[in-house]
C-alpha cells in the first residue's frame, strides 16, 4: 500500500513507532491523524489485502491504520505491518469484541474512530470521508454504514444485508437501536467517558449505541459509507455466529426471551422471499438446500443463544462461546469417506509447535488409508478419523511455553514416526520402537493435509536456507531412503563401490537410485514404464528385470510379489536385497535359496532424526525437478488422488500455503 497520511508515505509514517526503541521517552514526530482506522483480526489474510488496497484508494487521507491482533498464526501482522500499519497484539485468551476494541482505541492517535472488519472492504474511494463526516459535530457519538453481500456470500445472508441495511439514511432512537461494527466510526472523546463492553460475547456496539441515546448524542446510519462483507463460512460457524449474538442480544436486551416467537416468525417470513427472489432469478433448484440451511442455523443459533444465556452469567465463560476463525483440514472418517472440514486452532501444550503448512507430498499410504486396505487400520492398530499427510513442510507460526531452539518464522519438515519421548527406544532416536508409537497422518496423529500442523518440537527440523519448502517436502522419502541404505551399508562413509538393482521408479526408488549413484555406486534401476525410467537421467535404466545375477545389492521399492521373487531367485550367491516396498503378499519360498546361497535379506521402514538432518543435508546434491511438476491447492485433494492413481507424475504435492518458499 502506498497511501499517505498527512503527506507523509505510510512505511515511513509508522516505522519510527512500530519499530523504535520503546520507553525511551522521545514522542513520534508525526502529526496525530484526525482518523484511526482499527482493524480487529483473527487469521484474516485471506481478505487484509483487499481491505487495505481498498483503504489505499480513499479520497480522504487523514488517518492511520492500526491493526488488534488477536494471536493470529497466518500472515495477518505482517500483510498489515508491510502496508504501513501499527500493530497491537492480544493474547486470543483475553479476547473479547469490547476488550479488543479498547485496547486498541488506548493505542489509537485519531479523535475519530473508524471500526473495520478484517474482511470488510469499503466499495469506494469516498467511503471514509462519508463515516466520519457526521462525527465532527458534537453530538453525534456514533456513525455506521451500510453492508452489501459478497460475490461469495451465501444467497440469504446476501438477502439480509439488502433487508437490514436500508437506501436511506437513518436515526437510532431508544426504540429502534441497531449498529454493526463490522463498519462505523465513533467520538474517542465520547469513548473516553463509556469505553466498550468487555464481558459480552457480542453486540458491544448496540449496548454502547443505546447508553448514548438517552444522553441525548445522535446515533447515524450512512449507507452510501458501505462496505462488502464478506463470510464464508461452514454452517457450524453460521449457527455459532448468530449464536453469540443470541446470548448478547438477551444480555444488552435487544432480545429477550419473549422475542422468539418474532424471530422465528421473521426467518420463516424471510425463507418464503428468499425462496421467490431465487425463483425470479431461475436459481431456485440450486439455492433451496442453501436457503434452508441458512435459515436453520441463523434461527437455531439465536434461539438456542437467547435460552442459555439465561445460565451463563459469567463473562469468564467466553472461551466456551467466542468461535475463532478456523482453517480447512481433509479428514478421512471411515473407507472411502473423506471431506474437507474446518477446524480450530488448537492451544499448544509447552513442547508443541503450530506449523503452518506449505507443500504435503502425497503418498501410496494415504490412498491406502482412504480405501481402507493399510493393515494398521486392519489389525485395529490405527483408527479413524485421521486427517493424512506425512510428508509436510512449512513455516513455525507458534511456540509452547518451553520450546527453545525454534523460533516464529523458522522452516521446517516434521518427523512420520513419533514416540513417547522419554523411554529407552525415544532416548535412542528409535521412535519407531516405542511402544506408544504414533506417525503423523497414519497412526494417532493428524497429518498435513490442513492449513495447520501441530507437532513436538522435539520431531520438528529446521530446513537449510538452500532447500526450498517445496523440496523439503520431499525429507520424509529421503529421510526413509537413507535409513533403509545404512541398513544395507551403504551408508555415505562406504569405501568400495557396489553394482545395484533398484527395482521400481517410484519416488522411493528413484530417490534410492539417485542417493546411490551420488555415493559412487554403479546403479541400474528396473521398471516396467518408460515414462518414469525418463526422469532418470544419467542412470542405466531397463524395462525388463534381467541379469540378476550381476549385482551385489538389490533394492525392491515395488512391494510386487512377482518382483521379489525373481530377486529372490534369480540374485547371485552372496548378494544382498533391501525391501522398502510395501505390501508384500504372502510369499511361499524355501529359506534355503537364502541360507544356501548365503544370501541376506534387510527389511526397513520408517526413519529417525538423524535419518532427516542427512536427508536436509543431500537434497540439495540430488536433482529434485522430476518430484515438483505436480501441484493442487488442498481443496483439490480428490484431484491430486485421482492424479496419483494416474501414475503421470512420479510425485504429487498438494500445495497448502501459495506464498510459501
Not at 226 to 244: D, L, P
Not at 277 to 301: D, N, P, W
Not at 504 to 533: I, K, M, W, Y
Request: glycine fraction near 8%; charged fraction near 25%.
Amino acid at each position: 500500500m502506498t497511501a499517505s497520511t498527512i503527506g507523509i508515505p505510510v512505511n515511513q509514517a509508522y516505522k519510527e513507532t512500530f519499530s523504535g526503541p520503546q520507553g525511551d521517552g522521545q514522542e513520534s514526530m508525526v502529526t496525530a491523524p484526525e482518523t484511526t482506522i482499527l482493524i480487529r483480526a483473527f487469521n484474516e489474510e485471506r481478505w487484509l489485502p483487499e481491505v487495505l488496497e481498498a483503504i489505499d484508494r480513499q479520497r480522504y487521507r487523514d488517518f492511520e491504520i492500526l491493526l488488534v491482533d488477536s494471536g493470529s498464526v497466518d500472515r495477518t501482522r505482517d500483510i498489515v505491518a508491510t502496508n504501513g500499519g501499527r500493530v497491537v497484539r492480544l493474547r486470543s485468551d483475553d479476547f473479547t469484541f469490547g476488550h479488543s476494541l479498547n485496547v486498541g482505541i488506548q493505542e489509537a492517535r485519531g479523535s475519530f474512530i473508524v471500526i473495520l472488519s478484517a474482511h470488510a472492504i469499503p466499495t469506494s474511494d469516498e467511503w471514509l470521508e462519508r463515516l466520519i463526516a457526521p462525527l465532527r459535530r458534537p453530538d453525534t457519538a456514533m456513525v455506521f454504514g451500510g453492508q452489501r453481500g459478497h460475490a461469495l456470500s451465501k444467497f440469504s445472508e446476501a438477502r439480509d444485508f439488502e433487508r437490514i441495511f436500508p437506501a436511506k439514511p437513518q436515526l437510532m432512537d431508544d426504540d429502534h437501536v441497531f449498529v454493526n461494527n463490522a463498519n462505523s466510526a465513533i467520538r474517542r472523546d465520547l469513548w473516553e467517558l463509556h469505553r466498550f463492553d468487555e464481558g459480552l460475547p457480542g453486540l458491544e456496539d448496540a449496548e454502547w449505541a443505546k447508553y448514548w441515546i438517552p444522553l441525548g448524542k445522535e446515533v447515524r446510519y450512512e449507507p452510501d459509507a458501505s462496505i462488502f462483507h464478506v463470510h464464508t463460512e461452514m454452517w457450524a460457524q453460521v449457527r455459532h455466529r448468530f449464536y453469540r449474538e443470541g446470548i448478547a442480544g438477551r444480555w444488552t436486551a435487544v432480545r429477550i426471551v419473549r422475542h422468539i416467537p418474532g424471530e422465528i416468525f421473521r426467518e420463516l417470513r424471510w425463507t418464503a422471499l428468499d425462496f421467490w427472489l431465487a425463483a425470479l432469478q431461475r436459481r431456485l433448484g440450486s439455492l433451496a438446500g442453501e436457503i434452508v440451511k441458512y435459515r436453520y442455523h441463523k434461527t437455531v443459533g439465536i434461539v438456542k443463544g437467547i435460552l442459555d444465556s439465561r445460565t451463563i452469567t459469567n463473562p469468564s465463560r467466553r472461551a466456551e462461546i467466542y468461535y475463532k476463525t478456523g482453517f480447512p483440514a481433509v479428514a478421512i472418517r471411515g473407507p472411502h469417506e473423506a471431506s474437507l472440514e474446518q477446524r480450530s486452532i488448537p492451544t499448544l501444550k509447552p513442547g508443541e509447535i503450530l506449523v503452518r503448512v506449505a507443500y504435503e507430498g502425497i503418498c501410496a499410504t494415504d490412498l491406502e488409508i482412504l480405501e481402507g486396505r493399510l493393515g494398521y487400520y486392519k489389525s485395529g492398530m490405527a483408527k479413524y478419523p485421521i486427517t493424512p499427510g506425512h510428508e509436510s513442510s512449512g513455516t513455525v507460526v507458534s511456540l509452547g511455553k518451553r520450546v527453545t531452539g525454534f523460533s516464529e518464522g523458522d522452516r521446517v519438515v516434521v518427523e512420520c514416526i513419533q514416540g513417547c519421548g522419554a523411554c529407552v527406544s525415544c532416548q535412542r532416536d528409535s521412535a519407531i520402537t516405542c511402544r506408544e508409537r504414533r506417525e503423523v497422518g497414519v497412526i494417532g496423529l493428524d497429518g498435513g493435509y490442513a492449513s495447520y500442523l501441530v507437532t513436538r518440537a522435539r520431531y520438528a527440523h529446521k530446513v537449510p536456507i538452500n532447500v526450498s519448502l517445496a523440496q523439503a517436502a520431499l525429507a520424509e522419502p529421503l529421510a526413509v531412503v537413507i535409513k533403509a541404505l545404512k541398513r544395507l551399508g551403504a551408508s555415505s562413509s562406504t569405501n568400495a563401490p557396489k553394482r545395484c538393482a533398484v527395482v521400481g521408479a517410484g519416488t522411493v526408488g528413484h530417490l534410492a537410485a539417485r542417493v546411490l549413484s551420488l555415493r559412487g555406486h554403479e546403479v541400474t534401476v528396473f521398471d516396467r514404464e518408460a515414462a518414469r525410467l525418463s526422469l532418470l537421467t544419467g542412470i542405466r535404466t531397463a524395462q525388463t528385470l534381467a541379469n540378476l545375477e550381476q549385482y551385489d545389492w538389490l533394492v525392491e521399492a515395488t512391494g510386487d510379489q512377482s518382483a521379489l521373487t525373481s530377486l529372490l531367485q534369480q540374485s547371485a550367491t552372496g548378494a544382498t536385497l533391501l525391501l522398502v516396498g510395501l505390501p508384500y503378499a504372502h510369499h511361499n519360498f524355501s529359506f534355503e535359496s537364502i541360507v544356501g546361497f548365503d544370501k541376506t535379506v534387510v527389511g526397513s521402514v520408517g526413519s529417525n532424526g538423524a535419518d532427516f538432518e542427512e536427508a536436509l543435508a543431500t537434497l540439495p546434491l540430488l536433482d529434485t525437478s522430476p518430484f515438483l511438476q505436480a501441484f493442487y491447492p488442498l481443496e483439490e485433494y480428490e484431484r491430486a488422488w485421482t492424479d496419483v492413481r494416474s501414475r503421470a507424475h512420479i510425485k504429487v504435492m498438494l500445495r497448502i500455503d501459495p506464498a510459501a518458499t
